[in-house]
């Protein structure tokens, strides 16, 4: 290798090894592009992006800096961020549970199934794992425990359904990926509602077909008479979600209105769901504001360390190097995209959705554009495996949040038994989409001929 290509590689194990540390990714990223730029200068090492490493290069990490904070798709994401927290805080996700457990609950796992498809509408409206996660947990997880429901499936009930918010439209996920990718985030949302749907289904079989072979451990609750008042409230529980989902989604799927301007009608759809039920106080609004804060920094810290990493590790001839790996491995073009897919939930053990988006994702897809594979398909394919980087140890975050809030006597263990099944009808489901690519491409084909 060429001693550029020595530094790219250094420069990657680099990051790997130090996200071990704790530090803040952000500046590992930062403080890397850096160092290695500086390594680079000392050492004489010609950059593929400028023909000398010199103010000309300083001058274009600020301009790639500048074009991110420009980008008005990125705008889309601190208004997602605040539609999802105030709605957490407004009161719709526990009438839900009433509502549904009353349909559902004489069904043997039928609270397992409320929280599901609570899940399901959760994550067409919020998009924020954390807020997701811990609101089922203190929503459900008791109900289920006092039901006599066992420790591992309602634990790992909770924590794979509050994932699905990072895939299922509006995801913020989603948005970033459109924006590494120069693509549509119309096109990435259509394309992710068939897979989400799958995984929500696959989780209700696997709960169904729980409940049958072991009824001690999924037990049918004690719950009032299904009557058509039943279905009257559950209806009334549904419409305000409903509403909001249409407002946003069907803005942007029936080309009414862009993504970021969605974005700012589902912000202000959830300021009128939370005012519709008196929730809009100001101690709500200083901490829904407070965490809106906190979060999009977070997001936006590693998104522009990562930037200058990205363009550093490009010009080392990073991009090039994995393009060459990747191209002479004998498996074909198919088996080239399961090794990519395979390296990504192996990563996920170790690293954050975020850092895989900002530097992995951009670094395979055009070799796997290059292969002729649609760019749609294959970064709802990486959304979906990164959807297991929630659950799998030791950085399982929806795991930590779990716990966090899970009443006493659950242990982690108990959730480590409970995940291992999700994840691998996360996985299955995985499989079902790489072999019926349509489930990705079908819907942005009928919106957009």
Known sequence: MAGNEILAVLMFVSFI???????????????????????????????????????????????????????????????????????????????????????????RGGLAITVTLIGLMLAATTGIIGASVVLLALLGLPVMLNQGYDKALATGTVCSVGTLGILIPPSIMLVLMADRMAMSVGDLFLGAVFPGMLLGGLYILYILGYGLVRPSGAPAARHDP?????????????????????????????????????????????????WVKRQLTRNVMTEVLHETTRTTAFIFAVLLGATAFSLVLRGLGGDELIA???????????????????????????????????????????????????????????????????????????????????????VVSDIYRGVVPFIILQLLGLVMIFNWDALVTWLPAQAYG
Not at 24 to 43: C, D, R, S, Y
């Open 17 to 107: 090894a130090l996200v071990f540390t704790g530090f803040p990714v952000a500046w590992i990223l930062g403080g890397l592009a850096m160092l290695f730029t500086a390594f680079a200068i000392v050492l004489e090492v010609d950059f593929n992006i400028v023909t000398s490493v010199d103010w000309q290069y300083t001058s274009l990490t600020v301009d790639r800096i500048w074009n991110v904070m420009e980008n008005w798709v990125m705008v889309a994401l601190p208004m997602f961020i605040f539609m999802g927290l105030l709605l957490d805080r407004s009161g719709i996700a526990n009438q839900l549970m009433v509502s549904f457990a009353r349909l559902f609950g004489g069904i």
């Open 226 to 274: 299904v009557d058509w008042s039943a279905v009257l409230e559950l209806f009334k529980a549904i419409l305000p979600p409903a509403f909001l989902i249409l407002a946003v989604l069907g803005s942007i799927f029936m080309g009414l209105a862009t993504p970021t301007e969605a974005a700012g009608v589902g912000a202000a759809g959830a300021l009128l769901l939370a």
């Open 324 to 410: 060459r790996v990747l191209h002479g491995l004998p498996f074909g073009p198919t088996g080239i995209v399961i090794c990519i897919l395979l390296a990504t939930f192996i990563l996920g053990f170790f690293l954050d959705w975020i850092e895989l988006t900002l530097i992995i994702l951009p670094l395979v897809s055009p070799v796997v554009v290059d292969l002729g594979f649609n760019p749609v398909w294959f970064t709802v394919l990486f959304a979906v495996c990164l959807q297991t980087s929630f659950l799998t140890p030791p950085v399982g975050f929806a795991i930590f949040y779990l716990k966090g809030v899970a009443p006493e006597g659950v």
